[in-house]
């Protein structure tokens, strides 16, 4: 009989931020395949024991780890190790021990593992089929940093980052049976840099739950001002999130309330460290931390916002915005990956003045904002159920019903 092993950076549940979001629904989708081991870390005891009560009832087998690496010791081991330093701020004992004993019961017969930094878990031999989901392209968002900031030692513990992890995801990428992405843009660049072809490279796009994101659902009103609010949403402890609403408040949003001075902007999202908190200060400016619930704050907007200056893979915050049929404003890269048309499902505006201006149109004009809206909400119903999406995990695998 088929058992999975399913190795997780983060312990999926609750699914309140992007990478857990898509891990919960991968081990939803493997668990109607077979029986499923689950092996991850969380952050917090708080976060594993959170996990722990939901799901050791749906699971084979459950170990959730708590990681205790900082960062400035994970960067002088990798260092002296010569390894990417995301690996060693993954890396725990237990949980090492935990799978290398799973793994000798001789029970287990395919592995799913999720996140680039869960491959070090992988045994060096295995008889069945694996899969490695790494989501994103993780060097080249470290690529990326080193290009945008140029302040040592920032950018050459970026740049040491980006080769260490290049080289390794490359080597995973060749000893696994499949690599997995989360669009087609992320597979393409990874064929490209590792020089792996479409066999065993292939894309599994994010999904969205229209049923759980849906308009017509009652929510308790969470904004009392008055004036066109736009919102956006993440873990803002995330450093592309902090860069964002930085940008947005100090080059975008005074656009915006020069010719509509009651404007509002709400930041919305756990963890906000105090560069965010301290825009708050700012008038029209809200930032709430961490909310029960995002859905409420998205009902509220009159346009959500997401001015990434970096951004890799599809973003969930986009897709549960216009499944909430809200009128959407994106950079491009923010918006690189979703199947949606400028102009129709959402807006994609490059620069502070063409973002400031499409905000601008959707404020003064409420029903042609909420015609787009709609027709994003037609679009995540047609385009991007779970279902749908996680449906080729049967096949990689070899176990389709």
Same mark, same amino acid.
């Given at each position: 009989?088929?058992?999975?092993? =399913?190795? +997780?950076?983060?312990?999926?549940?609750?699914?309140?931020r992007?990478d857990?979001?898509?891990?919960?629904?991968? =081990?939803?989708?493997?668990?109607?395949?077979?029986?499923?081991? &689950?092996?991850?870390?969380a952050?917090?005891e708080?976060d594993?024991a959170?996990?722990?009560a939901k799901?050791a009832?749906l699971?084979k087998?459950?170990?959730?780890e708590?990681?205790?690496v900082?960062?400035?010791?994970?960067?002088?081991?990798?260092?002296? %190790? #010569?390894e990417?330093v995301?690996?060693?701020?993954f890396?725990?004992a237990?949980l090492?021990e935990?799978?290398?004993?799973?793994?000798?019961?001789?029970?287990?017969?395919?592995?799913?593992a999720?996140?680039?930094?869960?491959a070090?878990?992988?045994?060096?031999?295995?008889?069945?089929?694996?899969i490695?989901?790494?989501?994103?392209?993780?060097s080249?968002k470290f690529?990326?940093?080193a290009?945008?900031?140029?302040r040592?030692p920032?950018?050459?513990v970026?740049?040491?980052?980006?080769?260490?992890l290049a080289?390794?995801?490359?080597?995973v990428?060749?000893? &696994?049976?499949?690599?997995?992405f989360?669009?087609?843009?992320?597979?393409?660049l990874?064929?490209?840099?590792?020089?792996?072809?479409?066999?065993?490279?292939?894309?599994v796009?994010?999904?969205?739950?229209t049923? %759980?994101?849906?308009?017509a659902l009652?929510?308790?009103r &969470?904004?009392?001002?008055?004036?066109?609010?736009?919102?956006?949403t993440g873990?803002m402890?995330y450093?592309?999130?902090?860069?964002?609403?930085?940008?947005? +408040? @100090?080059?975008?949003?005074?656009?915006?309330?020069?010719a509509?001075? #009651?404007?509002?902007?709400?930041?919305v999202g756990?963890a906000p460290?105090?560069?965010?908190r301290?825009?708050a200060?700012?008038? #029209?400016?809200?930032?709430t931390?961490?909310?029960?619930?995002?859905?409420?704050?998205?009902?509220?907007?009159?346009?959500?916002v997401a001015p990434?200056?970096?951004?890799?893979?599809?973003?969930n915050?986009?897709?549960?915005a216009? @499944?909430?049929?809200?009128p959407?404003?994106a950079?491009a890269?923010?918006?690189t990956?979703?199947?949606?048309?400028?102009?129709?499902?959402l807006?994609?505006?490059?620069?502070?003045t063409?973002?400031?201006?499409?905000?601008?149109?959707?404020?003064?004009?409420p029903?042609?904002? @909420?015609?787009? #809206?709609? @027709?994003?909400?037609?679009?995540?119903?047609?385009?991007y159920?779970w279902?749908a999406?996680?449906a080729?995990?049967?096949?990689?695998?070899g176990?389709?019903?």
């Open positions: 009989m088929a058992e999975i092993l =399913f190795l +997780v950076h983060r312990a999926p549940w609750p699914p309140d992007g857990r979001i898509r891990s919960w629904h991968m =081990f939803e989708a493997l668990a109607k395949l077979a029986p499923v081991h &689950v092996a991850a870390l952050d917090t708080a594993a959170v996990a722990r799901m009832p699971c087998s459950l170990c959730i708590v990681r205790k900082s960062r400035p010791a994970a960067l002088a081991q990798a260092v002296l %190790r #010569g990417p995301s690996n060693r701020l890396r725990n237990a090492a935990h799978v290398g004993a799973l793994l000798a019961l001789g029970t287990v017969t395919h592995i799913v999720f996140s680039g930094q869960m070090q878990y992988l045994p060096a031999r295995f008889d069945g089929p694996v490695m989901d790494f989501v994103d392209v993780d080249a690529a990326t940093y290009e945008q900031d140029k040592q920032l950018n050459w970026h740049a040491r980052e980006a080769k260490k080289a390794f995801e490359a080597d990428a060749r000893r &696994v049976d499949a690599s997995l989360v669009s087609e843009a992320e597979a393409a990874f064929r490209e840099r590792s020089g792996l072809g479409g066999d065993i490279v292939f894309a796009e994010n999904g969205i739950d049923d %759980r994101f849906d308009p009652a929510f308790d &969470v904004d009392e001002g008055e004036g066109p609010l736009a919102v956006f873990q402890d450093r592309p999130n902090i860069d964002a609403v930085q940008w947005f +408040v @100090a080059d975008i949003f005074p656009l915006i309330r020069k509509r001075p #009651g404007a509002r902007f709400a930041i756990r460290p105090e560069e965010v301290a825009l200060a700012l008038p #029209g400016v809200t930032v931390g961490e909310v029960p619930d995002v859905r409420p704050w998205l009902a509220a907007a009159d346009a959500v990434l200056l970096l951004a890799r893979g599809v973003q915050k986009l897709l549960e216009m @499944a909430m049929a809200r959407v404003v950079s890269a923010a918006a990956g979703i199947d949606a048309v400028d102009g129709e499902h807006l994609v505006a490059e620069d502070a063409a973002m400031a201006a499409a905000i601008g149109r959707l404020f003064d004009d029903a042609a904002a @909420a015609t787009m #809206g709609k @027709a994003a909400r037609a679009r995540m119903i047609a385009r159920g279902d999406r996680l080729p995990l049967g096949a990689l695998l176990l389709d019903a």
